[in-house]
């Protein structure tokens, strides 16, 4: 029986912001059918660490595992049941390709932006347009710390910016931005 996956996107985006597994989906995508003690030995790390990061990419829908004899290799092949998977494993390959590793961190950066569900909500309600703190306050129900702090956090990934007294979604170049803003804009009903 097939295991369906059901992934957030807000978990993804937290899975997303992890040091180890960006690295990790950075070697995927380069060099796929990478068993899981090559990809341990590349980023010298152990073996349950790589398979365990692995397993949280996979269960995003961003890898896929195969079986071959008495290995499992693992390839840049995004879960047909999952319906965000595909557009963010080809925006972190357009990250990859554009920007060398050391620049992951505004990666990590960037999905972190988006690694709770109230900062997707934060996100729909200001891609309806700018927005100053209070009606952002009266639409989300957030309190103005709870809210501050998110709003800081999506500032801090370059994903909000402030406009005077307003609050706008940035014109954010990076894949990873333009992909998630993307998912938003044509899924506003969704939970995240």
Known sequence: MARLLHPTLWRTCRVLSG???LELLRLVIDRPDQTVSG???????SLPRASQELRRLQSRG???AVATGLHVRYRPVPDPLVATAAPLLQAMRA???RQPPPADEETS???TG????RRLALARLLLIGPMNTQTLEELSGLSRNVLNRHLR???DAG???RLGQMNAIADHPHPLAQCLLGILKDSPARAG
């Not at 990809?39 to 790390?45: E, T, V």
């Open 114 to 117: 988006f690694s709770h569900v």
């Open 19 to 21: 040091k180890t597994r």
């Open 95 to 97: 990250a990859f390709q």
């Open 159 to 161: 994903v909000v910016r």
């Open 109 to 111: 950066r960037i999905a």
């Open 62 to 64: 961003l890898i896929q």
């Open 153 to 155: 956090r999506m500032r």
């Open 39 to 45: 990809l341990a030995h590349s980023l010298k790390i």
